[in-house]
């Protein structure tokens, strides 16, 4: 059974940083989402193996996706605070996964909290 699996959130003050961590392999796309309480679930960031990244506005400029899938929060707001999801998918050519139809695996998520 496929696994992800997160590590590296926690509790930060506003401006901080954290860096988020996923364990996992042989998949072509790999992503990042969040969920507050009370909110669907969003798309932060996407990277493909070739070096593609995808931001969501939110985010952009303010974190970092890599492709081993780490993900590099900086400049933490206190509406960063979620449960982050990492996800996954393989190949499909001339394609780039976006929201979370698009991904097939996911983790099963790790705390950020964010305090003003």
């Known amino acids: 059974q496929v696994q992800l699996v997160e590590s590296g959130g926690g509790s930060v003050q506003a401006g901080g940083s954290l860096r988020l961590s996923c364990a996992a392999s042989?998949?072509?796309?790999m992503g990042w989402f969040r969920q507050a309480p009370g909110k669907e679930r969003e798309v932060v960031a996407v990277v493909a193996a070739d070096g593609r990244k995808t931001y969501a506005d939110s985010v952009q400029g303010r974190f970092t996706i890599f492709t081993y899938n780490d993900l590099q929060m900086n400049s933490l707001k206190p509406e960063d605070t979620a449960m982050y999801y990492c996800a996954a998918r393989k190949f499909r050519l001339g394609y780039m996964p976006w929201s979370r139809l698009d991904f097939d695996y996911w983790g099963q998520g790790t705390q950020v909290t964010v305090s003003s």
């Open positions: 042989g998949y072509y796309y």
